[in-house]
């Protein structure tokens, strides 16, 4: 006698289909020299050292690292692309400003911030103090939660440019997802269906 097994049909058309996609960032900015003044911005957050980054605008490498992930994963170009520094209205721009803005991109093309992983690479000065507020500052500028960002900070033992401490870079990876709804929807009490799009 043969066993007769059930099978459920299986109905995938009436899932709505999750599509995820990574992004990859990196940026690099050289030290100005201190008698330039520049302040060391790093994730929004101003890290006191005598030294700041050479830049357009606040040359906040973090900062720069997490936006270009970003448009990388929802295929949107780059950050030069749209903060051009060419432009003088970017002259010293706050970069949070430019990764809200970035959110903006991105969120508007219908993708949902799943996470945000990086890491600065630095041969001084000591960044682990400043970690937290870093993450607090970028999770703020992306409308999610503080633990959906990573940030970790290492030095190269002296290789390289960062380890001449001749400048700093950063590297981040994200990952976005469809169905997308804007991520400050998310946190209300009453978020929105996944596939409503988004009302940034
Ligand atoms: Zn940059």
């Known amino acids: 006698m043969t066993a007769k097994i059930s099978q ?10 999750t599509i995820q996609r990574i992004g990859l960032g990196f940026d690099a900015h050289a030290f100005a020299a201190p008698e330039a003044g520049r302040p060391l911005i790093l994730g929004g957050v101003e890290v006191p050292y005598e030294r700041g980054l050479l830049g357009h ?18 295929r949107a ?27 903006e991109v991105v969120c508007g093309s219908g993708w949902r911030i799943v ?32 633990d959906q960002i990573g940030v970790k900070a290492t ?18 990876i994200v990952l976005l997802q469809q169905p997308g709804r804007c991520n400050r929807a998310e946190q ?10 988004c009302a940034c």
């Open 8 to 17: 459920t049909p299986f109905s995938a058309s009436r899932l709505p289909e």
């Open 57 to 74: 605008s606040d040359a906040d490498v973090l900062t720069h690292a997490i936006a270009d992930a970003l448009l990388g994963a929802a």
């Open 77 to 103: 170009g780059d950050i030069g692309t749209h903060f051009p520094d060419t432009d003088p209205s970017y002259a010293q721009a706050n970069s949070l400003d430019l990764l809200a803005r970035t959110k």
């Open 115 to 146: 996470d945000v992983d990086s890491v600065i690479v630095a041969q001084a000065p000591r960044l682990a103090p400043y970690r937290d507020e870093m993450r607090a500052r970028l999770a703020q500028a992306l409308d999610v939660k503080t």
């Open 155 to 172: 030095t190269t033992e002296r290789l390289g440019f960062e380890g001449r401490e001749e400048g700093i870079s950063a590297q981040a």
């Open 188 to 197: 209300s009490e009453q978020p929105k269906q996944s596939g409503e799009g």
